[in-house]
């Protein structure tokens, strides 16, 4: 069995719909940490990290550099920030806009890759663009897992369409399903319970 050490997670647009029924489907007792790439305004305040607060029981954190990872939480990249994955903690960078993003989700993707390799599951939703196919490319390149969420269940299927090109070995689950599917694939020997995600 392989243990996971992060999931990273990129969407675009309608992210924040995507997101919310993401991680409102992990139990409260979900003990991986999750960070999120969420493209928007280099203006944003911390509204996004708010609003996910109210989908979930778990602790949401809108990040500030060398922000620690703990289990159970989830971290938000804040705006006009490139987040990277760092041994055991969050940095922050205002290191040039990738492909016109910042927080750019193939900076986070990449990052975790090389630092947690195997241990690491990447995710991509819907978007308009094809930020964090890359990323997801090299995470499964240093032996770790990838999840798209199913185009047809994106908002915009840009972005996981190309992320399917990238990776055409990734899981492509519709987004209903998400959050059961990584709970199977960080405790496959567990059977979820009947009512065991919200």
């Known amino acids: 069995m392989i243990e996971t050490s992060i999931i990273v997670v990129g969407a675009s647009w309608g992210g924040l719909a995507a997101l919310s029924r993401l991680i409102g489907d992990l139990p409260a007792d979900f003990d991986v940490p999750v960070a999120i790439v969420q493209h928007r305004s280099r203006h944003a305040d911390n509204l996004l990290a708010n609003l996910l607060q109210d989908a979930t029981d778990l602790t949401v954190v809108d990040v500030e550099d060398k922000e620690p990872l ?85 908002e915009n299927p840009v972005m996981p369409n190309a992320a399917q090109r990238a990776v055409p070995e990734a899981k492509v689950i519709a987004l209903p399903a998400i959050g059961e599917t990584l709970l199977r694939m960080i405790r496959p020997e567990q059977k979820r319970a009947a009512g065991g995600i919200r």
Request: hydrophobic residues 40%; without cysteine; aromatic residues 6%.
């Open 70 to 154: 703990l289990p159970g939480s989830i971290y938000v990249a804040p705006a006009n920030y490139h987040m990277l994955v760092d041994n055991g903690h969050l940095s922050l960078t205002t290191d040039p806009l990738v492909r016109f993003s910042r927080p750019s989700i193939d900076v986070t993707f990449l990052s975790a890759a090389d630092t947690y390799r195997s241990s690491t599951i990447g995710v991509i939703l819907t978007g308009a663009n094809d930020d964090g196919s890359r990323g997801l490319r090299h995470i499964v390149d240093r032996g770790g897992r990838a999840i798209v969420q199913d185009p047809a269940t994106a």
